[in-house]
């Protein structure tokens, strides 16, 4: 099981970005998906998580800023990012609570898997 995540890059201060983060393997199931960031020097925060069911939560300093959806046929999680500031620059990490499948009879068994980081940056 891999999380791959893509589309940061850099933009200035009011512009926008949409990251995406994929599971991809043999997946019995993908349950809650979620977006963290790391700035240098700083610890890792969660920006914003989604169910499986869709419920949403968003860190105080992204809401009404950020938005994120999911699309469970693709096993994907998006962190559409608006209004974007200096200080959401950042490595963005994706995280999913995913459950492996092993094969015929296996257990059902969800973990955390983290994507490798993509990073974000603002410019003032």
């Known amino acids: 099981v891999q999380l791959q995540a893509s589309g940061g890059g850099s933009v200035q201060a009011g512009g926008s970005l949409r990251l995406s983060c994929t599971a991809s393997g043999d997946i019995f199931s993908v349950n809650d998906m979620a977006w963290y960031r790391q700035a240098p020097g700083k610890e890792r925060e969660l920006v914003a998580s989604i169910t499986s069911g869709g419920s949403t939560n968003y860190g105080d300093s992204v809401n009404g800023r950020f938005t994120i959806s999911r699309d469970n046929a693709r096993n994907t999680v998006y962190l559409e990012m608006n209004r974007l500031k200096p200080e959401d620059a950042a490595l963005y990490y994706c995280?999913?609570?995913?459950?492996?499948?092993?094969?015929?009879?296996?257990?059902?068994?969800?973990?955390?898997?983290w994507g490798q980081g993509t990073q974000v940056t603002v410019s003032s």
């Open positions: 995280k999913a609570v995913i459950a492996p499948y092993y094969g015929p009879g296996s257990k059902y068994l969800p973990k955390d898997y």
